[in-house]
């Protein structure tokens, strides 16, 4: 993007009908970090990068506990998203105090992206510039929502946010399906690997990561490193594992192939082309 006469004011509206300040946001949180959520009939699984900016510095915080049955990962302006989260914890309380039970999680997303579309209508406002996963559960399940700069929201499945989101979308538009009569170890599993493709090669640490979890009959909370590590491992384990077994059949079928005459070793060709595939 570049400047132009139309972005000088959240309130100028573009020729082509567009609001450059609001697209300005929505593109700080496609440079921010990744947010990854997931959500089954149950649980729902909130996994985020935190890498430091130097190695004398702590990292920011991504993920953020609401209230008991709500949290929250953000992608983009860090400074912004404390302001929401803090206007959630408030509303939540609000709510609890009034009603004697807990806020709905639905309900808690319209009000935010209420929020945010004002910002999107008011001169002296500019968007927020960071986008929101909210996770939760209520007397309905569990639920997971996004929430854009924009003032719109949607709920997910399964949805990633942030600096090289696209390689975990493509994992997590592969395993969806299974999502909802997952496990809450399984959603780990599947959070934390989608956390590995948007390191680009780079190794999966806990001291990178952050992994928070949810659920009906559990409340929000943020794993330690030490639980996270012990999962990554145990999780590269049975990658190592299941690589090893697999060589040894390999050879056998290689060491069969060459002992069949010519049409045999025709076949073991065609066999040995379709084998890489199917691992």
Known sequence: MFRNQYDTDVTTWSPAGRLFQVEYAMEAVKQGSAAIGLRSKSHVVLACVNKANSELSSHQKKIFK???????????L??????????MRTECINYSFNYES????????VQLADKAQVCTQRSWKRPFGVGLL???????????YY?????????????????????AKTY?????????????DDLIKDALIAVRETLQGETL????CTVAVVGVDEAFHILDQETVQKLIDAFEIVGETAAASAEPDAAAEEGAAADQGAGG????????????MDM
């Open 205 to 208: 640490k806990s001291s990178i």
């Open 172 to 184: 997590l538009e592969r395993r969806f399906e299974n999502f909802m009569d997952s496990s809450r």
């Open 102 to 109: 807990p806020l709905p999680v639905g309900r808690l997303v």
């Open 265 to 276: 070793d025709q076949d073991g060709a065609a066999d040995q082309g379709v084998a890489p």
């Open 78 to 87: 860090t400074a912004d998203g404390r302001v929401l989260s803090r206007y």
């Open 66 to 76: 609401v209230d008991d049955h709500i949290g929250v990962a953000i992608a983009g």
């Open 134 to 144: 909210v996770g939760g559960t209520d007397e309905s399940g569990a639920h997971l």
């Open 147 to 167: 929430n854009c700069p924009s003032g719109n929201y949607f709920e997910y499945q399964a949805f990633a946010i942030g600096s090289r989101s696209q390689a």
